[in-house]
Nanobody
């Protein structure tokens, strides 16, 4: 049973920054793809950024260079550095793990509980 635990959300003013973190406590095998999604109130969950263990990175267009995703090997930790935050970034941010292994050969589809980000003046 793989659990993903997010942290780092909170209330920030427009133009401010937050650093989200997600870890899979106790895991040894690499998670192939770690991603950040967000879900605004009343809307569908959408992909923000992702990074594979091999270094392939994706950013949604709305990030526009403001966010940076990074990984650490220890416990499959993934971070999302968010700068120049805007009110439209307000959402619950979720960590997602997709598959195990360097080539995604093992099954995994795990979600964290989410961390709330509110950008408001």
């Amino acid at each position: 049973q793989v659990q993903l635990v997010e942290s780092g959300g909170g209330l920030v003013q427009p133009g401010g920054s937050l650093r989200l973190s997600c870890t899979a406590p106790g895991t040894i095998v690499s998670i192939y793809n770690l991603a950040w999604y967000r879900q605004k109130s009343g809307s569908q969950r959408e992909l923000v950024a992702s990074r594979t263990t091999g270094g392939r990175t994706y950013y949604a267009a709305f990030v526009a260079g403001r966010f940076t995703i990074s990984r650490e090997n220890a416990e499959n930790t993934v971070h999302l550095q968010m700068d120049s935050l805007e009110p439209d970034d307000t959402a619950v941010y979720y960590c997602h793990g997709d598959r195990f292994g360097l080539n995604g050969e093992g099954p995994l589809n795990a979600w964290g509980q989410g961390t709330n980000v509110t950008v408001s003046s």
